[in-house]
């Protein structure tokens, strides 16, 4: 039976491609199919980078084996993560592209979301043993760390201002998401130091 490490990878690969495919066959690079693939691209983003953000936060609170199963593929989901919201980028520049005349200024913070997918790339380049011994051990967790909390911070600030702004309901779900996964790790982090 595949485990989750061997197929979180090829399975999102293939969910992207085939959400590319169903999208575009409706009338190719409109600005509402543009628009509907990167509404597809932030959940299947959001969904992996919870799992991985969580993984060991989860498997110290709940010690079984699925939660085992999602540590040990915590790589491959962040790898998967990555893919996902580089296919999310590319959807925003042919948006744009398409829509706004290549005026990026629409983007709003241009810096911030450059400096996220920065990490981004570089946390998906590292994600390697070979790159933990390169970098040190240290180094790579303070990359790692650093990262996913700046990652964190982009996607809750997004989806808290567009809950804000929109009041819509699956805006509000993904706030409270953002919440919990910090409340997660903060409480890993107190339960760890009472219990040391």
């Known amino acids: 039976m595949p485990t989750l490490k061997n197929i979180v990878l090829p399975v999102t690969l293939l969910y992207l491609l085939l959400a590319m495919i169903i999208v575009l066959s409706k009338g190719g690079l409109t600005v509402d199919n543009i628009r509907q693939m990167i509404r597809i691209t932030a959940t299947s983003s959001m969904l992996l980078f919870s799992l991985t953000f969580s993984a060991s936060s989860l498997l110290h609170f709940f010690c079984n084996k699925y939660w085992q199963s999602v540590m040990q593929a915590r790589r491959r989901l962040g790898l998967s993560f990555a893919l996902s ?109 009472i219990n040391a």
């Open 85 to 193: 919201h580089t296919v999310h980028l590319f959807a925003i520049v042919a948006l744009v592209e398409i829509a706004y005349g290549g005026d990026y200024l629409q983007l709003g913070d241009i810096a911030g979301g450059s400096a996220i997918y920065l990490f981004i790339f570089a946390m998906a380049v590292t994600s390697n043993d070979a790159s933990v011994k390169l970098l040190g051990a240290k180094n790579w967790k303070r990359l790692h760390k650093t990262g996913s909390y700046l990652i964190w911070i982009g996607l809750f600030s997004l989806y808290l201002e567009n809950a804000l702004d929109t009041g819509a309901w699956h805006y509000w779900l993904y706030v409270l998401l953002g919440i919990s996964l910090i409340l997660l790790r903060v409480g890993t982090f107190w339960d760890k130091r």
